[in-house]
């Protein structure tokens, strides 16, 4: 099938194209971009000279007065698939994705069983191919069990169609093997994504440690308990020359630390997830067990050094950290209910605000939600992903700044309703929504 | 008249609903002097007992409370229930309601948990002690007590001594005190004093001597003994040598100055019994006045337009 995506603004960070222009998709691949001063696109021939294949096999999608982006890249995603289906399948969570203008989201091991192995691996991989909306990239564990223990098979992992490696949720407490686990990783080339938190000094903690959890008797999480493994994790990564990328950056002496460690050279790079720019935790107020989230929201202070992380290139990417979780889940004494926000849904709204505060232009947002994590994960050799050139994935989110959409969290397509963003408004959510030439439209 | 259904917390209520409560309570206490202590006023209705937690003066004065205004109560405690069989809060909860109860008194480890079946339920929620965060009729009694004892609260200085870090009787306390007008010191160890509580607008001292010159009340708290060992102090000894109230170190405080303790006590550990059997003690005085109080909330709940 030939698609034609005809006059829409398009951004191409990695191809420097910002402008109105033509896209013409071939079998699921880009086959050519045209933008202003260039004519449109030369249709390919089908058959001895019987034009492009008659008009059946021709989609056009008139995107004038659209932003047309590469598809979006979530490096950190929960389907709950295998395991916890109650809460997410593969199906539902890809469903929630494309929803959200993401093409490709890569899901963290913590399903049951854990990640830990090729079998697992595969198993993601070929229910994705089956059921999945768009790309599915497994991220396994570091760790066996996600015990902390001892490294897992990451080459058998890599070979299956991992992408990253991680004990999400956990770090890796014990400091010698964390360094095994960036100096090992090094033969496949992946990143090493932490989960940076001191569980000694969190222990037991709910929220954000302030006068707000005194207050409401929760017991506080300090943001050392993030800093402290930022540090160390810099530090092995200085130690070792292994790749390292720390998921979910929450609190203001993070950013510091991470652009000081930029600064001499470290290779290290960052996300951060909407939650921790758009909200504090005020959000708790009322014991609201939808704005538990691990690492905790921050203080106002941190919303502000998490912007300036991203506006400054400290912070590379943003990624939704999405976790659903059943309604029961929540519905519970705020020390019991899980903690996590179902983010794939609102995560491109909720970032085009920063659009709009004038901290990122449209491209750098494409390159915290697309080129970047595609650079991380190395997905612009494989695919390619996170660009528009000819010969990647066609892979592409088109939005509308214009249209204003309001969040309800029961309306979610993904099965975790679990949003501090309920009765929201927000713009720029996508309209269309392109997987590997699939496409996905909404009114 | 009060706002609102539930009484969650000292946060939610507003001065003039406090002195509303503490004038009710003064009524009441009339009630109990009496020879015949019962009042049919809330006869037919229905209280029941919710506690997630062991207690037994709480509860104990709660259900005598309900007795005295003629109001029928039930303990459910949860050891006999099937929360230890999977029961969800909110299922257990909706499950007591149904039972027919008016008033849902409830005492759990978590903050947060009468918030949340306050907004489940129709029966008014009462708080009788969330986790580390409010035991708003432990504080409402506490004030009664001051306020009986010496006439004010208004430009009192009022020294809470103890863990104050999970101690919801002192977060309470610091609401309804300042909110009432008086000066709040804390004083303990700073491993059991948050360092953001100044934001609530008090003064905090980790000098016992310091923080006890010229107080007219002492609110001494229970040290709970798993805290010892903890890292939060090294050993009750050493504890009772520097937070202790010893005579020496309450002869700092007004001459006139009365000590209070929500019980139960640890004697030797963070009082001395010379102090909580001497004639400045209202300990005892505390407890009764518990019960008017408490028949004041559920009076003035019962009241409450939905």
């Not at chain 1, 969040?407 to 713009?427: M, Q, R």
């Not at chain 2, 609110?219 to 020496?248: A, D, H, V």
Request: glycine letters at 10%; a neutral charge; proline letters at 5%.
């Amino acid at each position: 099938m030939i698609i034609l995506v005809k006059n829409g603004h398009i951004i191409d960070p990695s191809q420097g194209i910002d402008g109105v222009g033509d896209i013409l998709i071939e079998d699921g691949k880009i086959k050519e971009v045209r933008t202003q001063n260039t004519p449109t696109p030369t249709l390919p021939h089908r058959g001895g000279g019987q034009g492009w294949g008659g008009d059946s096999e021709l989609r056009t999608i008139d995107a004038k007065g659209l932003y047309v982006l590469p598809g979006l890249i979530d490096m950190h995603t929960h389907l709950r698939e295998p395991g916890f289906e109650y809460k997410e399948t593969i199906n539902t969570g890809t469903t929630a994705a494309v929803r959200g203008g993401f093409t490709t989201v890569c899901c963290m091991p913590n399903t049951y069983p854990v990640n830990d192995n090729a079998s697992v691996t595969e198993f993601i991989i070929r229910k994705a191919a089956q059921e999945g909306l768009c790309t599915v990239l497994p991220i396994g564990v570091i760790t066996k069990g996600q015990k902390g223990e001892e490294l897992a098979e990451m080459g058998a992992m890599r070979d299956e169609g991992c992408v990253a490696f991680s004990d999400d949720g956990y770090p890796v407490t014990n400091s010698l093997l964390m360094r095994r686990a960036l100096e090992y990783s090094k033969a496949f080339s992946v990143p090493i994504i932490s989960h940076c938190e001191d569980l000694t000094l969190s222990e037991g903690g709910v929220m954000n440690e302030g006068l707000l959890s005194v207050t409401l008797g929760l017991k506080g999480i300090p943001a050392e308990a993030e800093m402290i493994m930022v540090y160390r994790d810099i530090s092995l990564a200085e130690l070792t020359g292994g790749r390292l990328h720390i998921a979910h950056v929450s609190t203001e002496g993070s950013v510091r630390l991470i652009r000081d460690a930029k600064k001499r050279g470290v290779d290290v790079t960052a996300e951060t997830c909407p939650h921790y720019f758009s909200i504090t935790e005020d959000a708790v107020t009322g014991y609201n067990t939808n704005a538990k989230v691990n690492p905790p929201l921050g203080a106002k202070r941190d919303v502000e050094a998490i912007k300036e992380g991203l506006r400054d290139g400290t912070i590379d990417v943003i990624a939704t950290d999405h976790a659903p979780h059943h309604i029961d889940e929540k519905l519970q004494e705020f020390d019991k209910a899980p903690s996590g926000i179902s983010g794939l849904e609102t995560a491109l709204g909720l970032s085009m605000k920063l659009v709009d505060e004038g901290i990122l232009t449209i491209s750098q947002l494409v390159e915290k939600m697309a080129l970047n994590p595609a650079r991380i994960l190395n997905l612009l050799v494989t695919g390619p992903k996170g660009t528009l050139k000819p010969g990647a994935d066609a892979d592409i989110t088109i939005i509308d700044m214009k249209k204003e959409v309001k969040i309800e969290a029961a309306k979610l397509t993904s099965k975790g309703k679990n949003t501090p963003f309920d009765g929201w408004v927000l713009k720029g959510m996508p309209v269309v929504t392109i997987s590997k030439g699939r496409i996905y439209e909404w009114q | 008249m009060l706002k609102k259904k539930d009484l969650l917390g000292i946060k939610e209520l507003s001065l003039e609903e406090i002195n509303l409560i503490l004038d009710t309570a003064a009524g009441f206490k009339d009630v109990l002097g009496r020879d015949i202590k019962k009042v049919p006023t809330l006869r037919g209705k229905t209280a029941i007992n919710l506690f997630f937690e062991p207690s037994t003066r709480t509860r104990t004065s709660f259900e005598l409370a309900a007795k005295r205004l003629s109001t029928d109560v039930i303990n459910f405690s949860v050891p006999m229930s099937s929360v230890v069989k999977g029961e969800s809060l909110i299922d257990t909860a909706l499950t007591v309601q149904a039972l027919g109860a008016d008033f849902i008194i409830i005492r759990h480890p978590s903050s947060g948990v009468p918030h949340l079946l306050a907004k489940k339920l129709r029966a008014s929620v009462i708080n009788a002690g969330d986790g580390t965060n409010e035991h708003p009729t432990q504080a409402l009694l506490d004030a009664f007590t001051i306020r009986e004892k010496k006439g004010r609260i208004e430009g009192l200085e009022i020294a809470i001594v103890g863990d104050i870090t999970h101690s919801r009787v002192a977060k309470s306390n610091i609401y309804s005190l300042t909110k009432l007008g008086s000066k709040v010191r804390l004083i303990g160890p700073p491993t059991l004093i948050p360092k953001e509580i100044e934001g609530t607008g008090v003064t905090v001292f980790h000098n016992m001597e310091e923080g006890l010159k010229g107080v007219d009340v002492v609110m001494m708290l229970r040290i709970q003994m798993e805290r010892q060992g903890k890292g939060f102090f090294p050993s009750t000894e050493e504890y009772f040598k520097n937070w202790g109230l010893t005579p020496e170190r309450f002869s700092l405080a007004k001459e006139d100055a009365i000590v209070m303790h929500p019980g139960p006590m640890n004697r030797g550990i963070e009082i001395t019994s010379e102090i909580a059997d001497g004639p400045r003690s209202v300990i005892l005085e505390q407890v009764t006045n518990g019960l008017a109080v408490r028949m004041a909330v559920m009076y003035l709940l019962a009241g409450v337009r939905r």
